[in-house]
């Protein structure tokens, strides 16, 4: 890439993304397997670079749960690869019919799905995201343009340019893919400033990036968000499920959005539960920071303050609290949560379906793990993000919610009277 500044390549994906939206299914879906097959044979390249990155991260003090996102070993590059095949053979959303009739003068009119154009992502420590976005973006017929963030650029460099590499050798332009990364922040910038140029900006990270781009950028936002994700015990939850549903959800990965961050047990249940699962938990490694009442009933229980509520830890750390019902619990969640993700275990269908109906989240689970909310679980192929806001798309966004719509009306010569 030769351009020098953010907006001249900007321009590039802008003039790129017409070239993509006219591929065929069948073109869109062969690109992502030559991007497969090329992540594959580079992964010794992507592995160099992203070593780099990761000691560069150690000795600037990256967090654990930062470094763990960034790795990209072997094992990691050959699940991107299957992902973007994943993506590769899910149906085309472009040209589906969300809608239409005809009226009464005989004009058809039909709302159909189109790519937005240049989707621009914002993201931070992540270099699979890089490979992911780029995929769904070219199977849902867009251009990308993606701000990778300093701490994974070599890696994010060489994701980069393999990709372009594999799409030049199908005959697609490579303009299609494009970094700011180089940039740096002002990269950044020129992203949230791009109205006309990005159609549309996510971003996917912490807090404080995502209110960075919400709150700064005149381009429009697909708002994805941090997760201060709960799981509740009530009073009628199984040890078993109670245990697994929170060990699971609170320790299988820590450096991701869906992980629990608290446990909220109805008192009813607080002497049976609390003990077994306090204990399970620090086995797993985890600290458990508790209210008074988790304090009394289990041993090495840090005590809670009000910052644990709403800590989104992103570490073995799980804070856990009683109360006193499950109107309490959803009033909780309504005051600490960041609106990703929560569950209950429980064997009462009113309380599960109550949970279900007042928790405004945008994914909720009854007897199931938070770990679910992802889009490779959720048949997706890959994700761009969760989004948390409630216009356009809400939840796990894969290839339709890359698109917009427009309509087409048919007519034979009709006029309006």
Request: hydrophobic letters at 45%; one cysteine or more; proline letters at 3%.
């Amino acid at each position: 890439m030769t351009s020098e500044t953010p907006e001249s390549r900007l321009r590039l994906a802008q003039t790129a993304a017409r070239e993509i939206a006219r591929l065929t299914s069948g073109q869109k879906a062969a690109a992502l397997e030559a991007i497969a097959d090329a992540l594959v044979a580079e992964a010794p390249r992507i592995v160099e670079a992203n070593a780099e990155d990761l000691s560069r991260g150690r000795e600037s003090g990256l967090a654990e749960s930062l470094l763990d996102r960034l790795a990209l070993g072997e094992e990691r590059i050959a699940a991107l690869a299957e992902a973007t095949r994943q993506v590769a053979a899910l149906p085309d959303p472009v040209g589906e019919v969300v809608r239409g009739h005809r009226l009464a003068n005989g004009v058809t009119l039909e709302q159909v799905r189109v790519p937005f154009g240049v989707v621009g992502a914002i993201y931070e420590a992540r270099p699979n995201v890089t490979v992911d976005i780029a995929a769904l973006a070219l199977r849902s017929g867009n251009a990308v343009a993606l701000r990778g963030g300093s701490a994974a650029i070599r890696s994010n460099m060489v994701l980069v340019d393999v990709m372009r590499g594999a799409l030049e050798a199908e005959g697609i332009t490579g303009e299609a893919i494009q970094t700011v990364d180089d940039f740096g922040r002002d990269g950044a910038r020129a992203l949230m400033r791009a109205r006309g140029l990005v159609d549309v900006l996510i971003p996917r990270g912490s807090a404080g990036l995502i209110e960075t781009v919400v709150t700064e950028s005149i381009v429009p936002v697909i708002e994805t968000g941090a997760g201060n994700v709960h799981v509740v015990l009530d009073s009628t939850a199984p040890d078993d499920w109670a245990v697994d549903i929170a060990v699971n959800s609170a320790t299988h990965r820590v450096s991701v959005c869906n992980s629990a961050e608290s446990v909220l047990v109805v008192r009813d249940a607080a002497e049976r539960l609390v003990p077994l699962v306090v204990r399970a938990l620090q086995e797993r490694g985890a600290t458990v920071h508790g209210d008074e009442t988790v304090q009394a009933l289990a041993s090495d229980v840090v005590p809670a303050t009000e910052d644990d509520w709403r800590e989104e830890y992103l570490s073995l750390d799980i804070a856990m609290r009683v109360v006193d019902s499950l109107d309490d619990a959803i009033d909780h969640i309504a005051t600490y949560s960041t609106h990703h993700t929560e569950a209950i275990v429980t064997r009462d269908v009113v309380n599960a379906e109550r949970f279900l109906a007042e928790v405004d989240s945008a994914a909720v689970y009854v007897n199931a793990s938070t770990r679910f909310t992802d889009g490779a679980e959720f048949g997706f192929g890959a994700e761009v993000g969760i989004s948390t806001q409630k216009l356009h798309a809400r939840g796990p966004m894969g290839l339709p919610e890359l698109t917009s719509t427009k309509w087409i009306g048919r007519g034979t010569g009709q006029i309006r009277p």
